[in-house]
């Protein structure tokens, strides 16, 4: 039996918030807690949900919430079943959960407590980080498409697969059907690198063949970049330039309209105007 200043040999999982599997950015959200040899576990996930939303704006925090009350309750029926198997009947596609780590703790309410600090929740006088990359791109779209009053009427997270086939992960962030067209904006940051810019590429004839299939109109697909100087693709930069340049040639090259994070007034204007708001 442990004393009680003798420390308990445990382990933690961290629960990671995943809107983008192809993009894979994330933010932590919660902590499994288990005292090794025990059947005591504890689960807690964040309260505030102010990082998730910045990665993603339309997260469901009140579906996560109700995962985290469903998976304690799995957990306490079944705390010698089978980790990995509850977590993937209880998790949601956009969940995942990074391996085990060992950690000593006086109690477990301490520390979960710690763990929460350190990798979920900020101290409150820590400021946020400032939004870059794709996350950076889609809070400027939503605040464009705010301002002229439709994005409330467009689809957001749009499932490839209704359109290509079963298993495509990629969500496509934005869109909506004028007349005659649906019209598609997906934020592709070229700061890391082509990768986003090359599996949009790569998806785009499918899902313009399946939007033409299941809709019975054409597809017009927009990404939407930063600008070249935004991220330091200068002439003084010549190998970011080029990478930036290449990351450009490859969406229009297969059909993408490219557009700039500067260009989205105008795109939320006529959005404005072709809904009739």
Known sequence: MNSPTQRRACEFHLLRYVPDAVRNEYVHIGVIL??????????????????????????????????????????????DGKLMRLLGESLSLNLQMTEAK???????????EELMRLYVDPPARVRLPRLSGRAAIQARMRAEFERVGVW?????????????????????????RPNGIIRMFHAVSLEPGVELAKVLAFSAAGLR?????????????????????????TDEEPDRLEMYRFGVETMEEHQIRVLTTSDMGRVAETARRELRV
């Open 102 to 112: 060992a950690y000593l703790a006086e109690t477990l309410p301490a520390g979960m």
């Open 152 to 176: 409330d009427l467009l689809r957001k997270r749009i499932a490839a697969s209704q359109y290509t086939r079963p298993g495509d992960p990629l969500r496509i962030d934005a869109g909506y």
């Open 34 to 79: 288990r005292e090794q040899g025990s059947r005591q576990i504890e689960v807690r996930f964040t309260r505030d949900w102010r990082r998730v939303r910045c990665l993603d704006p339309d997260a469901d925090t009140a579906l996560l919430e109700g995962i985290e009350g469903e998976l304690r309750q799995r957990l306490h029926e079944e705390p």
């Open 209 to 233: 063949a399946g939007v033409k299939r299941v809709e019975k109109v054409e597809l017009e697909l927009t990404a939407v970049i930063e600008p070249a100087a935004k991220i330091g693709a």
